[in-house]
């Protein structure tokens, strides 16, 4: 692993990131990675995951000082994502949730919303996204759920699906179409629904192949009366605000996505190590090591990738969007080809749940089709090179 110890040691990270990482790592070794196995069995809700990341107050690293944060860097959030999803990538996702569903609020949001809003993810609440529906996945302007303006409210009314943490979320950011605008692109609105709000119904949890643990709720709006005050911005500006949040996103997702791809490479390195054929390590026939030899620097590439990524980030590039794609794309197909490469590598053992691989795999997967699926990230990436 020295190719990825070098990597890590030239992030040159300063005495507050070294010692915050330290904290994250401990807690990953007892408490998440323990109760992974049995997270991913049960498909409960990690709540001892989720208090443990409460105690190290990790929503606050991406939450404004303003606001009751204690703001970090985005490399730093990046590091701790993809090392708590390495350990359980149900809980990286839940945790990465909060900050894709709070970054518009704290990049557009008023200084009133954000005085409001904030504090309750940065004490440790839970946050949610809610864009799909069933008529709208990756073409959001296919959605159907409408904000209906009523004195000082909007009436919400409308479903979605697919939506992280839905059905336990404090804050959900929430797409939908503002009445009397019939242009579907200008009509786009968002706006921030409050845990408790009337007429909010969970329909469903969904019964995952993978990130079981991490529930995936089919949510309602039966006119729901929201204060008008929670309106992002003005009507029509949500669909600027949704592709200026997922470039941000994205990254995250690549992160999580690594953080599979590097469990799945690391259980592969040690059983091939370990395990014998034919009087050898299997670690020790070419073909192997040819094979180790690719998924290594594919790896080291994508981790370098999203570095530079968070660097554009933390520079205030002013278009990051294909680079946004292209670490999602790679970061999440490498995951998966990883982790089938490390069931392949162990063999029958690898198709039985007795070691992690099998879940890797069935974690993998969702990667390659969350926040855009890759053959969208693959058709914007192609088509900026078309020449007008």
């Known amino acids: 692993m020295k190719m990825f110890e070098q990597l890590e040691r030239r992030r040159n990270w300063d005495e507050n990131e070294r010692l915050l990482l330290a904290q994250v790592d401990r807690m990953v070794d007892e408490v998440i990675a323990p109760n992974a196995a049995k997270a991913d069995k049960t498909g409960e809700f990690p709540w001892a995951n989720v208090e443990a990341i409460n105690q190290l107050g990790l929503n606050a690293i991406f939450i404004p000082e303003a606001y ?34 709070m970054k518009p609020l704290i990049q557009f949001g008023s200084e009133e919303q954000k005085l409001r809003l904030l504090p309750c993810i940065a004490e440790g609440g839970l946050a ?14 296919g959605m159907k759920t409408k904000f209906q303006p009523d004195g000082d409210s909007l009436i919400v009314d409308g479903s979605k699906l697919f939506i992280t943490s839905g059905d336990v979320a404090d804050r959900i950011l929430l797409f939908g179409k503002y009445a009397g605008i019939e242009d579907v692109r200008k009509s786009i609105s968002v706006l921030v629904l409050e845990k408790g709000t009337p007429g909010f119904e969970v329909l469903r949890l ?40 997922l470039n941000r996103s994205r990254p995250s997702v690549a992160a999580h996505a690594l953080g599979i791809a590097f469990a799945a490479f690391k259980d592969m390195t040690g059983y091939m190590n ?26 080291a590439m994508a981790d370098s990738w999203l570095d530079y990524l968070a660097d554009l980030i933390e520079a205030d590039a002013d278009d990051f969007g294909l680079e946004a794609s292209a670490a999602k794309m790679r970061a999440s197909d490498l995951a998966m080809r990883i982790a089938t490469e490390a069931v392949q590598m162990h063999g029958g053992y690898g198709y039985c749940s007795d070691f992690r691989v099998e879940r890797l795999m069935r974690d993998a997967k969702i990667t390659q089709i969350w926040e855009g699926t890759n053959q969208v990230h693959r058709q914007l990436i192609g088509r900026s090179f078309a020449t007008k």
């Open 68 to 101: 009751a944060g204690m703001p970090m860097s985005f490399r730093v959030y990046l590091a701790v994502v993809k090392r708590i999803s390495e350990a359980c990538a149900s809980t990286g996702i839940i945790y990465a949730t909060n900050f894709h569903a």
């Open 128 to 141: 949610s996204l809610a864009i799909t529906e069933e008529s709208a996945g990756s073409d959001a302007t």
């Open 206 to 245: 969904e019964e995952k192949m993978g990130h079981r643990a991490s529930s995936t709720a089919a949510l309602r709006f039966n006119g729901c009366r929201v204060p008008r005050a929670n309106l992002i911005g003005e009507p029509g500006d949500g669909l600027g605000i949704l592709l200026a949040s």
């Open 274 to 299: 370990e395990r014998r054929q034919s009087g050898r390590r299997i670690v020790d026939f070419q073909a192997n090591q040819f094979l180790l030899a690719d998924l290594a620097t594919d790896l």
